[in-house]
Nanobody, 124 residues
C-alpha cells in the first residue's frame, strides 16, 4: 500500500517561492503517475500539476503554468512541486496523489492514493 507524506508548506509573501515534497514511505513510487491538487476554503479541490512515471512528461493547470514546476526523483521516492511568483490566490491545502493506472488525469477521483496535505498561505 503506497503511503504519501507531504511537507514544505508554510507562510510566504506574495512573489515568493516554496518547494513542496511528496515522499512515499512505502511502496514503489516509480510505478505511479503523480499529481498535485489544492483545495482552498469554500472551493472545490483543484488540479495543479501532474507528471508521468519516468518524470519526462508533465502537465499543468493554466493558473499555475510557467510559475510552478512538478518533478520527481524515483530513487529518493519523492515528488516535488516548486512554486514561484506565488499569489494570494495560491493559498490552499496542497495534496499529492498517486495513480496506479497511468498518469495525466485531472480529476481527483482517478487517484487511489493521497497524502494528508500541507498548508500553503501566501500573504499580500
Amino acid at each position: 500500500q503506497l503511503q504519501l507524506v507531504e511537507s514544505g508548506g508554510g507562510l510566504v509573501q506574495a512573489g515568493g517561492s516554496l518547494r513542496l515534497s511528496c515522499a512515499a514511505s512505502s511502496g514503489t513510487l516509480s510505478n505511479y503517475g503523480i499529481a498535485w491538487f489544492r483545495e482552498a476554503p469554500g472551493r472545490e479541490r483543484e488540479f495543479v500539476a501532474t507528471i508521468n512515471q519516468p518524470g519526462d512528461y508533465t502537465n499543468y493547470a493554466r493558473s499555475v503554468k510557467d510559475r510552478f514546476t512538478i518533478s520527481r526523483d524515483n530513487a529518493k521516492m519523492t515528488a516535488y512541486l516548486q512554486m514561484a511568483s506565488l499569489k494570494p490566490e495560491d493559498t490552499a491545502v496542497y495534496s499529492c496523489a498517486a495513480d496506479e493506472v497511468g498518469w495525466g488525469a485531472k480529476l481527483a477521483n482517478r487517484y487511489q492514493h493521497w497524502g494528508q496535505g500541507t498548508q500553503v498561505t501566501v500573504s499580500t
